[in-house]
């Protein structure tokens, strides 16, 4: 099933990308990646995603997508009732986000973002904040998160790419794929590291 095809998250914006003094484009406009970061909580029960060159990251439930599922097997009236009402679920999170290739998650909430134009990696993180009635809403029901920067290194995170925790921390894949779309020879950019941060 081809869900949220249209919906406005899905896509990026045409930019100029800088990675280590390196402009990536592709014809005059610059580049446009539409959704590529993509990860799931770990309950399962939310999934984020973004466009590598869009400025957001979004958040859906999976209970709803698992609902349009069930229901689009059911009939055809109920698919494209679906397909009207599933938009609304989804969450704005991050309105500042990076341009990033891979993110993941961990179990206190947060979402790990590789920033490829800073050679770093950011954490986005729940905050607590005041609801209308000065109620504290606690970090778990608050939508919006907080970036951070967690690391940079301008020689070992050129193009960050992956992000996958292990049983003793965080793994990034690297590569230099800035350098591929200036035509040069890709294979004489090597190592491409596999790092982690502990």
């Known amino acids: 099933y081809r869900i949220l095809a249209n919906h406005q998250s899905m896509f990026g914006m045409s930019t100029f990308i800088q990675v280590q003094g390196s402009v990536v484009q592709y014809g005059p406009l610059g580049?446009?990646?539409?959704?590529?970061?993509?990860?799931?909580?770990?309950?399962?029960?939310?999934?984020?995603?973004?466009?590598?060159?869009?400025?957001?990251?979004?958040?859906?439930?999976?209970?709803?997508?698992?609902?349009?599922?069930?229901?689009?097997?059911?009939?055809?009236?109920?698919?494209?009732?679906?397909?009207?009402?599933?938009?609304?679920?989804?969450?704005?999170?991050?309105p500042n986000k990076p341009i990033t290739d891979g993110i993941t998650t961990d179990g206190a909430g947060n979402v790990y973002l590789t920033a490829l134009e800073h050679s770093s990696i950011a954490i986005a993180m729940p905050q607590k904040a005041q609801s209308e009635d000065g109620v504290p809403v606690f970090a778990g029901e608050q939508k919006l998160l907080k970036l951070r920067k967690l690391v940079q290194s301008s020689?070992?995170?050129?193009?960050?790419?992956?992000?996958?925790?292990?049983?003793?921390?965080?793994y990034?894949?690297?590569?230099?794929?800035?350098?591929?779309?200036?035509?040069?020879?890709?294979?004489?950019?090597?190592?491409?590291?596999?790092?982690r941060i502990s």
């Open 31 to 94: 580049l446009t990646i539409n959704v590529d970061s993509i990860a799931l909580d770990r309950s399962g029960s939310k999934l984020f995603y973004g466009a590598l060159t869009g400025d957001s990251l979004y958040s859906i439930p999976t209970s709803h997508l698992l609902h349009y599922l069930r229901t689009a097997n059911e009939s055809r009236e109920d698919q494209l009732l679906m397909d009207a009402h599933l938009p609304q679920r989804v969450s704005l999170v991050l």
């Open 172 to 195: 990034i894949t690297n590569s230099a794929l800035h350098l591929k779309f200036l035509g040069e020879d890709f294979s004489m950019h090597a190592p491409f590291h596999i790092l």
């Open 155 to 170: 020689e070992l995170l050129r193009w960050p790419d992956g992000l996958c925790f292990g049983p003793d921390g965080l």
